[in-house]
């Protein structure tokens, strides 16, 4: 597999072969091809077991910097994670009255630098992962400073047990 300038993978038809051998043959009708592969012989033995074609690959006509902001404002995860408050979800969460003060301090931050769209895609992922017994760490890094990210599930670490200052994770 190869990759252009955007990071856009496109397949050859060694990496097909290698796919449909692997066992996903199921999965090749999202894989882009050089139009130089001849994919139309291969197109139409799909399309004869009732499969999915390929696509051929087209380049993009952006720019590096366009594309990365595209992708960098869409989040692939599923519309009611789109649509969830955020601040409902964790404020629910917390127990004491220091909790709820701290994750409001925390959620004011994260909420002023336009990282709701994060938290919501963190709670999907760590919901995803649950739900397919996907094993993550404990945590690590100055991320284990916010108790939000705690709430959620991201780290195991209590930052509040061990008074850590979130500011530390978002500086």
Same mark, same amino acid.
């Given at each position: 597999?190869?990759?252009?300038?955007?990071?856009?993978?496109?397949?050859?038809?060694?990496?097909?072969?290698?796919?449909?051998?692997?066992?996903?043959?199921?999965?090749?009708?999202?894989?882009?091809?050089?139009?130089? !592969?001849?994919?139309? %012989?291969?197109?139409?033995?799909?399309?004869?077991?009732?499969?999915?074609?390929? &696509?051929? #690959?087209?380049? /993009? !006509?952006?720019?590096? %910097?366009?594309?990365?902001?595209?992708?960098?404002?869409?989040?692939?995860?599923? &519309?009611? #994670?789109?649509? /969830?408050?955020?601040?409902?979800?964790?404020?629910?969460?917390?127990?004491?009255?220091?909790?709820?003060?701290?994750?409001?301090?925390?959620?004011?931050?994260?909420?002023?630098?336009?990282?709701?769209?994060?938290?919501?895609?963190?709670?999907?992922?760590?919901?995803?992962?649950?739900?397919?017994?996907?094993?993550?760490?404990?945590?690590?890094?100055?991320?284990?400073?916010?108790?939000?990210?705690?709430?959620?599930?991201?780290?195991?670490?209590?930052?509040?047990?061990?008074?850590?200052?979130?500011?530390?994770?978002?500086?």
């Amino acid at each position: 597999m190869r990759t252009d300038d955007l990071g856009i993978p496109r397949f050859t038809k060694r990496d097909l072969v290698d796919m449909i051998y692997s066992g996903h043959a199921d999965k090749v009708h999202v894989v882009l091809c050089d139009k130089d !592969d001849d994919i139309d %012989k291969f197109n139409e033995a799909m399309e004869a077991q009732g499969m999915n074609p390929l &696509q051929p #690959y087209i380049p /993009l !006509d952006v720019d590096q %910097k366009t594309f990365d902001g595209v992708c960098q404002g869409e989040w692939f995860m599923p &519309q009611e #994670y789109k649509e /969830l408050n955020v601040h409902n979800y964790i404020l629910t969460k917390c127990e004491t009255q220091e909790e709820t003060a701290r994750c409001a301090e925390e959620l004011a931050e994260f909420a002023g630098r336009n990282m709701m769209p994060l938290l919501q895609y963190m709670i999907y992922l760590v919901d995803f992962m649950r739900e397919n017994d996907i094993v993550w760490g404990v945590g690590r890094g100055s991320s284990v400073a916010s108790y939000v990210l705690y709430l959620i599930g991201v780290h195991r670490i209590n930052s509040i047990q061990y008074d850590l200052d979130w500011r530390e994770f978002l500086r």
